[in-house]
């Protein structure tokens, strides 16, 4: 029971934070100012960017639900604000504000923020579990070369 509640948190926070944080982008992608912009060629069509959102919040989801059940502590509920706090503001910091140093930077935090839970909770009990961050970490990777790529041929 305390595995299921904890899953629909997550869910909804999770996905909470992305419909907050395209609520805070404006018109992103379709805006004059990033079709405008010299983008990376490998750049995914827009499609892949909902599809795999959906993908990495599910698994997420479910690998915090074992965290938190194992591990609930203070610090663990820092370590995630920060993830969720920097995954909701690189879309208004690179989007609406147009800053996009600014945003490499968040994103750079962001994918170390997710690296550290997957390094520092992969521990016996989350070893497995831990693989569900794997979506993510391989997303944030791309999305920073993405953002890079903007920050350095504009």
């Not at 990033?34 to 995914?44: G, K, M, V």
């Not at 920097?86 to 600014?102: D, E, G, K, R």
Request: some cysteine.
């Amino acid at each position: 029971m305390k595995k299921i509640f904890l899953l629909i948190l997550f869910l909804i926070i999770n996905f909470g934070g992305l419909a907050l944080g395209s609520y805070l982008m404006n018109d992103g992608p379709i805006s004059s100012w990033y079709t405008n912009l010299n983008r990376a060629p490998w750049e995914p069509p827009g499609w892949v960017f909902g599809a795999a959102w959906t993908l990495i919040m599910i698994c997420f989801s479910v690998y915090l639900t074992y965290l938190f059940s194992i591990r609930k502590s203070k610090f663990v509920i820092t370590i995630y604000s920060i993830a969720v706090l920097l995954n909701v503001s690189w879309n208004y910091i690179f989007f609406n504000q147009h800053l996009t140093n600014i945003a490499l930077v968040t994103i750079i935090a962001l994918t170390l923020t997710i690296l550290y839970l997957f390094i520092s909770f992969g521990d016996e009990k989350l070893s497995k579990m831990k693989y569900l961050l794997l979506p993510y970490i391989i997303w944030l990777c791309i999305a920073t070369s993405l953002n890079g790529y903007i920050v350095f041929n504009n």
